[in-house]
């Protein structure tokens, strides 16, 4: 019976998409890298000549060759290659193989690992709350006595922190006496 199956699916044909696929981070890390070396390399105005002098200065061999070759694509680029590079422009490593479209924007992929940062210190802030809240639950479940009052407690500073903190993000509520300008100027 499995040899059926596996007969019947090796017959059907499928048809293949002819759409090229998109080139992402992952799928282009070296041809990434090539475009941010080069990009890197020409804002600063150096050559290949001098980007390999401070190569070798940092303690990263490498000769005007070679660099040539890597942003060309002529020579694929190690571990220990990228980091001399990162170190040399001053990036961070992993910015390095950042999409070719954003490889002139330095700022942009820093601005995109302080969103990504951010979204993991949410994801580790919702899992400390919800261990926090569980831990309080099945205290409070040994103790229904205190459940009224520590329930209250605890939606109280909620709010006081949540309002705090939308007063920081939005400033005062329109209408607010202490938001209103003065006449007197």
Do not use: C
């Not at 001098?50 to 000769?63: C, H, I, K, P, V």
């Not at 942009?108 to 809240?133: K, Y």
């Not at 229904?144 to 209250?152: G, H, K, T, V």
């Amino acid at each position: 019976m499995l040899q059926t199956a596996v007969h019947r699916y090796e017959q059907k044909e499928v048809p293949v998409a002819e759409e090229e696929p998109s080139e992402g981070v992952l799928l282009s890390g070296e041809a990434n890298v090539a475009t941010r070396i080069r990009v890197e390399r020409e804002a600063r105005g150096w050559s290949t000549n001098a980007l390999s002098d401070r190569l070798n200065e940092a303690g990263f061999e490498m000769n005007p060759s070679a660099v040539w070759r890597i942003e060309n694509g002529k020579r694929r680029i190690n571990l220990d290659d990228a980091i001399g590079f990162a170190e040399v422009f001053g990036i961070d490593l992993r910015n390095l193989v950042g999409p070719p479209q954003l490889a002139a924007k330095a700022r942009a992929m820093e601005l995109i690992d302080e969103v990504v940062d951010a979204f993991r210190a949410t994801q580790r802030a919702n899992m400390a709350f919800t261990e926090a809240r569980d831990a309080l639950d099945t205290y409070l479940a040994e103790h229904p006595d205190i459940r009224e009052e520590a329930d209250l407690m605890v939606q109280s500073a909620i709010a006081e922190e949540a309002s705090k903190t939308m007063l920081k993000m939005h400033g005062p509520p329109p209408g607010d006496r202490d938001s209103r300008p003065t006449d007197e100027a």
